[in-house]
């Protein structure tokens, strides 16, 4: 973008509150919630379209956005 690494993460940061990975981190789960919804994938199929390298990975991060593993908000999908 012709810009310096560190103005843009400072700027980025500033403007959106939070870090670029942080941002595509979100951006990531908030995808596997709208598989999760839409489809019946397995949960590795979907880590792995969502860009995590491994479903341990994207459990970790589901849980720390979402405060509820992937199984768990599909149970939860399933039950209401």
């Known amino acids: 973008v012709g810009v310096n690494p560190i103005y843009l993460a400072r700027s980025f940061r500033k403007h ?3 870090t670029v990975g942080e941002y595509v981190r ?3 789960i908030e995808n596997a919630c709208r598989e999760i919804t839409a489809s019946r994938k397995s949960l590795s199929e979907i880590a792995a379209s ?4 491994d479903q341990s990975h994207f459990s970790n ?3 720390r956005y979402t405060g509820m593993t992937p199984a768990e ?3 939860r ?4």
């Open 16 to 18: 959106y509150r939070c």
């Open 26 to 28: 979100r951006l990531r």
């Open 50 to 53: 969502s860009g995590f390298c």
């Open 61 to 63: 991060a589901f849980k």
């Open 73 to 75: 908000f599909r149970s």
């Open 77 to 80: 999908l399933r039950a209401s």
